[in-house]
């Protein structure tokens, strides 16, 4: 329920007095924002959060949000942040997959060395079953999944996106799991697999909500046309 949770994180972050608290108000009110595609608004809610942190643990929550949305968004912010946030000393498991996410959506964003860090990220699998935030992991293995595909290592890609699947569904989450269909229809179609695609596809319809969502509906039917392109249909592509 990301619209109603940005108005209550919204309303929050305007009454707490505290600026610890505001700050957390402000990154749930970014996030989200990002998460119903609002990136204006999340972009003003993180600068907000990273002017209100003054702990790394609340500065680095800001700045994560801050490069997603301003990356979006082809904002100068976006740089400044990954900077500040490749000069952390923190050196957690869960840390260095969650940057590994950042440099690998860099490389897929700018267009130009997707290859160089799917390379740095792989060697950071390993660190999977020593992360303890389930987010986090899915996400690391999702984005590499994504850059693999970009780069047509599909049969690598489909591996990552079943263990995404199954750590999703250890911990029941349901929004990786949504994402991970797409992926798979990638990976599937990639190698030929055309049935295995198109029943991706259908399970990924069957899990998105009865709102919506735009980016992901337009996702769908760009794997749809290539799937139906693929297999010769001209005209239903």
Request: glycine share 4%; hydrophobic share 45%.
């Amino acid at each position: 329920e990301h619209d109603r949770a940005y108005i209550l994180a919204s309303q929050a972050a305007v009454r707490f007095k505290d600026a610890d608290l505001a700050a957390r108000a402000h990154v749930r009110a970014g996030h989200s924002a990002l998460l119903s595609s609002r990136e204006n608004e999340g972009l003003q809610h993180f600068r907000s959060a990273s002017a209100l942190a003054y702990t790394w643990e609340r500065r680095r929550e800001a700045l994560v949000g801050l490069y997603f949305a301003a990356s979006e968004l082809g904002a100068r912010d976006a740089a400044a942040a990954l900077e500040e946030l490749e000069t952390s000393e923190e050196h957690t498991s869960d840390w260095i997959l969650r940057l590994e996410v950042l440099r690998l959506m860099r490389a897929a964003r700018v267009g130009g060395g997707v290859s160089e860090a799917v390379q740095v990220a792989l060697p950071k699998l390993h660190l999977v079953t020593r992360a303890t935030d389930p987010l986090g992991v899915t996400a690391f293995l999702h984005t590499l999944a994504t850059t693999l595909n970009l780069t047509a290592r599909y049969a690598e890609a489909l591996e990552l996106i079943e263990q995404q699947l199954a750590f999703a569904s250890r911990y029941r989450l349901d929004f990786p799991i949504v994402h991970a269909r797409l992926n798979k229809a990638i990976s599937q179609l990639g190698l030929g697999n055309f049935q295995e695609s198109a029943e991706a596809l259908n399970e990924f319809s069957q899990l998105m909500s009865a709102s919506g969502d735009a980016y992901l509906e337009a996702t769908r039917r760009a794997i749809e046309c290539r799937l139906l392109t693929s297999k010769r249909q001209f005209k239903d592509a």
